[in-house]
């Protein structure tokens, strides 16, 4: 590990340590760019949107643009709250998943999104990330669907693909969730400008309110 990324970790630890008692004023939330083919930068609106979302119905103010960082880059530090998506394939170099493992430990918190076709590469790569934990589906009592919105029934399905149930999995690192996994949801198809995918009012709110859940969640622990 170099200098940079120590210096990087220890103001995370302190930063990630603060977040549940400061304000979220100016907090920025970011998209993980990774190797390997897969688009990691579909869904190129819904961050914003959910942002806006946040900052409306939650009182954050959470910077308006996010960022796009990289796997291996000392700058993951900076970001509480990453975003990960896309439908194809991962690649993660030995390097790569032990800057995300420091990262998760020291704090920080990843959510994947299957955006249909992630399932069976990501599995393998976070595996590299934590090769003793395993992706285990949280309970529909969960606080994670039970913040400032209600989901009783855990996730809720945005896009049918293969007539299966949205599932939220989770890597739980002493104690702690450190990565939420939502599987046959398209929860990020529901945060993108109505344009893209024409879905309706309601189904895009449900979306933008899981979400919310989450980035609540994720910054009040």
């Given at each position: 590990m170099n200098f940079k990324i120590k210096i990087l970790r220890f103001v995370a630890v302190w930063?990630?340590?603060a977040v549940s008692v400061l304000p979220l004023?100016?907090?920025?939330?970011?998209?993980?760019?990774?190797?390997?083919?897969?688009d990691w930068y579909a869904n190129p609106t819904s961050l914003?949107?959910?942002?806006a979302f946040c900052n409306k119905n939650l009182g954050t103010s959470l910077a308006p643009a996010y960022a796009t960082v990289e796997v291996g880059s000392a700058d993951l530090f900076r970001y509480p709250f990453l975003h990960m998506t896309g439908h194809g394939n991962v690649v993660f170099s030995d390097d790569e998943a032990q800057n995300l493992r420091t990262y998760l430990i020291s704090g920080g918190f990843l959510h994947i999104d299957d955006n249909y076709g992630l399932d069976p590469y990501i599995?393998?790569?976070?595996?590299?990330?934590?090769?003793?934990?395993?992706?285990v589906e949280l309970p529909y009592n969960h606080p994670i669907y039970h913040q400032t919105y209600d989901f009783p029934n855990?996730?809720?399905k945005i896009h049918e693909h293969d007539n299966k149930p949205p599932q939220g999995f989770g890597?739980?690192?002493d104690?702690?969730?450190?990565c939420f996994y939502s599987y046959e949801?398209?929860?990020?198809?529901?945060w993108e400008d109505f344009e893209v995918h024409k879905d309706s009012e309601a189904t895009r709110t449900k979306a933008l309110k899981m979400g919310a859940n989450i980035i609540q969640y994720v910054f009040t622990r």
């Open positions: 930063a990630f340590a004023s100016g907090q920025q939330i970011a998209l993980l760019k990774y190797r390997g083919g897969g914003k949107n959910l942002i599995r393998k790569q976070m595996k590299l990330v934590f090769p003793e934990l395993d992706f855990g996730l809720p890597l739980i690192w104690g702690r969730l450190v949801c398209d929860l990020g198809d529901g």
